[in-house]
């Protein structure tokens, strides 16, 4: 009998830095099985962006570029315009995407490029220490707002795949999690499906993922994913939000 | 081809199509809007890409995503501008690709105003971004050594893998002169399957190709940093250029100057010694690296007195005249900051104030 389950040759064999109960790493998994089931390896370049996944390029086996915070979508610009041919993706955490970044992003997607982001929603700044990102739940406390979010000064959290959705130009923007086994396979499919759009050169696609960051939210990796999916899922609504088809309307 | 008459900016912008490098991305700023005009319509015909991006930030990544899959990029800004871009010179400089930047200096600080300067002399030389990098930075004094020097950039920051920086003042992109477009470079960035993210599909070896600048190691860091210091060290070998003017008769005067405001003191310089005032000029073409040593050898001739440093800046070029002359001469400075270039007529003043 043959093997029935293995490691897609787009990761590597290298162990992750990523904390236990993180959940970048299953979010690579995902990207990785996609590109393997593509068959798009050997065109693929991947854009590192900063914060916890700047090494992702040590666990991803192809071309890889690493961007400056943020700019991760203007560096796929530049190679998707020139390289159309090559299948360019940039794997994004929220304080890099939603705040240094939320420049490059937008007018990336409004522009209708043709390459895909994976932004990984983890609700705060991972790499240095747990502050307060853009995407922090009221109350929640961070390192920089030690007595819970105050929306009162520093506003709502933004909903980066409703915004996006809000523009005109066509895309594909989907919001999904993978904080449980049944989230995965659903989070599975919207960035194979991502990928596809890229591929047959139709549009822009982003698929934002809720994930956990049980280290600077002070608890335990199971805790962590119960926490996500009682404050987190019912703000950050999952499903399909926009597609160059007409919408389908799936929130669950 | 013969001579055709064109504006600075856009012999910039034709000049690096003909240097085969078919890939612009910019963001509009005065004084060199011209050349993103001129490629909007130009590059299409060409078969090229022409993008007018939402920021100098994003467009200096833009030029590095592109540089960094293999091909020639590249893009023009002003001052304002560049302070936005010198993010991504240093994440460019890091991660080892190459790219030309076009800077047509206007007055600052902040925004200045939209006249003639050469105020980012320090910027461009000394680094503009974080970090041990530095950049190429070739400086012309006229439309036809802007088409030269773009056309040579290509090459040249393929060379080296590293930006290198076309510092043209205002008026280099304002004028209209007449220029000769040499033969187009037909060829292609070397030796880009070892390191540009092309897709490995491209190459033999299952080989993957990486782009990055970040060293966590400090030892690995410092030997990145120590081959690249090496590869400035070289250009400071090899690429060095610049121009003398009456340096081979005797003269009580040295100038330094480079671009528009060398042009005048050419001016100054043939007035004064038909008055019998003799004084000379050395030009650096690069100014980055800087012609030190053919400074030291002008400043050394014994009739020589003083040496002046004569920019469209408050003395930024000063200090590399003095660490060039070692002590040996006084080094004085003139030059004028708000976007007038000064006269000749200001240059003669200021010479002969010296010599009293
Ligand atoms: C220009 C710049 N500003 C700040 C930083 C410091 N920094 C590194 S990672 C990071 C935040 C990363 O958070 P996020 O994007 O949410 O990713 P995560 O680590 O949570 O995956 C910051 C602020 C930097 N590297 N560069
Ligand atoms: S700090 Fe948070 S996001 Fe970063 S690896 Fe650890 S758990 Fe994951």
């Not at chain 1, 293995?6 to 990523?18: G, M, R």
């Not at chain 1, 996944?53 to 570029?65: C, H, S």
């Not at chain 2, 030291?296 to 001739?301: D, P, R, T």
Request: hydrophobic residues 40%; proline residues 6%.
């Amino acid at each position: 009998m043959g093997k029935i389950f293995c490691k897609p040759v787009s990761l590597s064999d290298q162990a992750t830095h990523y904390c236990p109960g993180c959940t970048h790493g299953v979010i690579h998994r995902l990207v990785a099985e996609v590109i393997d089931e593509l068959g798009v390896r050997g065109r693929t370049v991947g854009i590192a962006p900063v914060g916890c996944a700047v090494l992702a390029y040590n666990y991803f086996t192809f071309d890889f570029q690493e961007a400056a915070h943020g700019r991760a979508p203007a560096m796929a610009t530049g190679i998707k315009r020139v390289r159309p041919d090559l299948i360019v993706f940039t794997y994004q955490g929220d304080g890099d995407l939603a705040s240094i970044g939320m420049s490059e992003i937008i007018h990336a997607a409004n522009r209708g490029e043709k390459f895909t982001t994976v932004f990984v929603n983890n609700a705060v700044y991972g790499m240095t220490g747990g502050q307060m990102a853009p995407t922090t739940m009221p109350n929640q406390r961070t390192t920089t707002s030690p007595f819970g979010r105050n929306v009162e000064e520093v506003g709502m959290p933004i909903k980066v795949a409703e915004l996006i959705s809000a523009l005109e130009t066509p895309a594909f923007i989907s919001r999904q999690s993978v904080i449980k086994p049944k989230y995965v396979v659903r989070a599975k499919k919207a960035i194979k499906r991502a990928f596809q759009y890229q591929i047959e050169k139709r549009c822009f696609s982003l698929v934002e993922v809720v994930s956990t960051c049980p280290t600077n939210w002070g608890m335990t990796p199971v805790e962590a994913v119960q926490w996500a999916e009682d404050v987190m899922h019912p703000y950050y609504q999952l499903g399909d939000k926009k597609s160059p088809d007409p919408i389908k309307d799936k929130e669950d | 081809m013969g001579k055709i008459l064109m504006k600075g900016n856009e012999a910039i912008g034709e000049a690096a199509i003909r240097a085969g490098c078919l890939n612009y991305f910019a963001y509009p700023i005065t004084p060199q809007s011209e050349v993103a005009e001129y490629l909007a319509r130009r590059m299409p015909e060409a078969g090229g890409v022409f993008l007018q991006g939402e920021s100098e930030v994003a467009v200096s990544y833009m030029i590095f995503g592109a540089s960094g899959c293999g091909e020639r990029a590249f893009t023009t800004s002003s001052s304002p501008g560049i302070s936005l871009m010198a993010e991504g010179m240093s994440y460019i400089a890091g991660g080892e690709c190459p790219a030309v930047f076009v800077n047509i200096m206007r007055g600052g600080p902040g925004l200045g105003g939209i006249l003639p300067s050469q105020a980012d002399y320090l910027q461009a030389t000394k680094g503009a971004g974080h970090g041990d990098y530095r950049m190429l930075v070739l400086a012309p004094a006229s439309v036809q050594e802007a088409v030269e020097m773009v056309m040579t950039a290509f090459p040249l920051a393929e060379k080296y893998r590293n930006p290198v920086m076309i510092l043209g003042d205002g008026l280099i992109g304002q004028m209209m002169e007449p220029v000769e477009f040499p033969d187009h470079l037909k060829t292609e960035p070397s030796n880009k399957d070892d390191w540009a993210t092309n897709g490995m599909d491209t190459r033999k070896s299952d080989r993957r190709n990486l782009v990055k600048s970040l060293y966590l190691d400090p030892e690995l860091l410092n030997s990145h940093n120590l081959k690249l210091k090496a590869k400035y060290d070289r250009m400071k070998r090899e690429e060095i250029r610049y121009e003398t003017y009456h340096t081979e008769s005797d003269y009580r005067v040295l100038i330094v100057s480079y671009g528009t405001m060398s042009r005048v003191c050419r001016t100054a310089i043939d007035e004064l010694r038909s008055q019998r005032l003799d004084v000379a000029m050395v030009r650096p073409k690069t100014v980055f690296p800087f012609p030190e040593q053919a400074v030291l050898v002008a400043s050394e001739k014994e009739s020589c007195e003083q040496v002046i440093s004569i920019e469209m800046s408050m003395g930024q070029m000063v200090e590399d005249v003095e660490r060039s002359v070692r002590g040996k001469r006084q080094v004085h400075w003139f030059g004028k900051c708000g976007g007038e270039v000064p006269t000749p007529e200001e240059v003669i003043d200021a010479i002969k104030a010296l010599v009293k």
